[in-house]
């Protein structure tokens, strides 16, 4: 008799059928480059994460980013711009989301169209077993840190920010719209307004199956190696016990997943459900009073819809100002006309563009 499971699923949703591409890289349209349009410069370097450090999976400290610089950066040489650091989703980086996003395009049409220049910062945060959550995690190591205060001080550091909260957005699709909220709650004193695509993983999820083979199949996970040859699925649920339940005591991945020798762990599954957002929001509602604006949106045939609407609710029933639009399409629809004609528009309506006050 096939035996069956029962076991959490807060990744359910982004996760299961037609909701997101089970390969590493989706294949989108983009949108013709604008007459005109002036060329920005796209800059690859490695920033040191102190915040990864030590990390039990063997995590690289030194981050792969993408600077875009405005076309006016390299020529206006006493000009300072506002910052808009930009997070991708899981099973992809930085340079796969660049392609989705069409980086080149959209964003030299962006300001072709009219949307004042600015500085975009696109961080790697994909791990051995796919992705990082954004997570606080002796084991992945502290992305979530990583993005909010280190990056910052290394590119206005290095580049000519207008340096202050009110002049830096966060935005981000899919495991990026979750870290844009989890982040964007908690450090709301290094941001001035955030967008989040298609989030992810906003709610804590009621169980799902999950039958013996799979089950099997990630206790005889050993080493990275053996997480590589896992379906989709199963890396992610990898990659959520390495974000949320971390465990430096239990080598070879020092992670612990909701399922022990056949049966459901409720203080793991309470873990995973305290790192969801819709759990966590009314902490922070003071703090979310303090952004510019704030932006959700979601296709209406993605399964993360209800999620995405349950966060726009909580927003407008604390009275924290937030736009939402549910539009035609599904988890990866014209993200890059998106990005486009509507987040960076969005950055160019609500971001401080001051250099002196």
């Given at each position: 008799?096939?035996r069956?499971?029962?076991?959490?699923?807060?990744?359910t949703?982004?996760?299961?059928?037609?909701t997101m591409?089970v390969?590493a890289?989706?294949?989108?349209?983009?949108?013709v480059?604008v007459?005109?349009?002036?060329?920005?410069?796209?800059?690859?370097?490695k920033v040191?994460?102190?915040t990864?450090e030590g990390?039990?999976e063997g995590?690289?400290?030194?981050?792969?980013?993408l600077?875009?610089?405005?076309p006016?950066?390299?020529?206006?040489?006493?000009?300072r711009?506002?910052?808009?650091?930009?997070l991708?989703g899981?099973?992809?980086?930085?340079?796969q989301?660049?392609?989705e996003i069409?980086?080149l395009?959209t964003?030299?049409?962006?300001?072709a169209?009219?949307a004042?220049?600015?500085i975009?910062?696109?961080?790697?945060s994909k791990?051995?077993h796919?992705?990082?959550?954004y997570?606080?995690?002796?084991?992945?190591?502290d992305?979530?840190t990583?993005i909010?205060?280190d990056?910052i001080?290394?590119?206005?550091?290095?580049y000519r920010t207008?340096?202050?909260?009110?002049?830096r957005?966060?935005?981000?699709?899919?495991?990026g719209g979750?870290?844009t909220?989890?982040?964007?709650?908690?450090?709301a004193d290094?941001f001035?307004a955030l967008?989040?695509?298609?989030?992810?993983?906003l709610?804590?999820?009621?169980a799902?199956p999950m039958?013996a083979?799979s089950?099997?199949?990630?206790d005889?996970v050993r080493?990275?190696?053996?997480a590589a040859r896992l379906p989709?699925?199963?890396r992610?649920?990898?990659a959520?016990a390495?974000a949320w339940s971390p465990?430096p005591?239990?080598?070879?991945l020092y992670?612990?997943?909701?399922v022990r020798d056949?049966k459901?762990?409720?203080?793991i599954l309470?873990k995973?459900a305290a790192n969801?957002?819709l759990?966590?929001?009314?902490q922070?509602?003071?703090?979310l009073?303090?952004?510019a604006?704030?932006a959700?949106d979601?296709?209406d045939?993605?399964?993360l819809?209800?999620d995405?609407?349950?966060l726009?609710d909580?927003l407008?029933r604390?009275?924290?100002g937030n736009?939402?639009?549910?539009y035609q399409?599904?988890?990866?629809s014209?993200?890059?006309?998106?990005?486009?004609?509507?987040?960076?528009?969005f950055f160019?309506?609500?971001?401080?563009?001051?250099t002196a006050?």
């Amino acid at each position: 008799m096939k035996r069956t499971m029962r076991v959490t699923a807060v990744l359910t949703a982004i996760f299961a059928a037609g909701t997101m591409p089970v390969s590493a890289q989706m294949a989108t349209d983009g949108p013709v480059a604008v007459a005109g349009a002036k060329a920005v410069t796209i800059e690859r370097i490695k920033v040191h994460a102190p915040t990864i450090e030590g990390n039990l999976e063997g995590e690289a400290t030194d981050r792969d980013v993408l600077v875009v610089l405005p076309p006016s950066y390299g020529k206006d040489r006493g000009r300072r711009y506002p910052v808009v650091y930009a997070l991708h989703g899981y099973s992809i980086g930085a340079e796969q989301w660049s392609r989705e996003i069409h980086l080149l395009a959209t964003t030299q049409n962006a300001f072709a169209k009219g949307a004042k220049e600015m500085i975009l910062v696109l961080p790697d945060s994909k791990t051995v077993h796919n992705g990082s959550m954004y997570a606080r995690s002796v084991t992945t190591g502290d992305f979530e840190t990583f993005i909010a205060r280190d990056l910052i001080a290394y590119v206005d550091g290095h580049y000519r920010t207008i340096a202050r909260r009110e002049s830096r957005g966060l935005v981000g699709h899919s495991m990026g719209g979750y870290g844009t909220s989890r982040i964007g709650m908690k450090h709301a004193d290094m941001f001035g307004a955030l967008y989040m695509m298609s989030p992810c993983c906003l709610s804590a999820r009621d169980a799902g199956p999950m039958d013996a083979a799979s089950i099997a199949a990630l206790d005889a996970v050993r080493t990275p190696a053996d997480a590589a040859r896992l379906p989709f699925i199963l890396r992610a649920q990898l990659a959520t016990a390495a974000a949320w339940s971390p465990n430096p005591k239990n080598p070879p991945l020092y992670l612990d997943l909701p399922v022990r020798d056949g049966k459901a762990r409720p203080d793991i599954l309470a873990k995973w459900a305290a790192n969801a957002p819709l759990a966590f929001v009314d902490q922070y509602i003071g703090d979310l009073r303090r952004y510019a604006a704030i932006a959700i949106d979601v296709g209406d045939r993605d399964g993360l819809k209800a999620d995405a609407q349950s966060l726009h609710d909580v927003l407008d029933r604390n009275g924290v100002g937030n736009s939402f639009e549910i539009y035609q399409g599904d988890h990866t629809s014209r993200v890059a006309w998106r990005f486009q004609d509507q987040v960076l528009p969005f950055f160019d309506r609500h971001l401080d563009f001051a250099t002196a006050r």
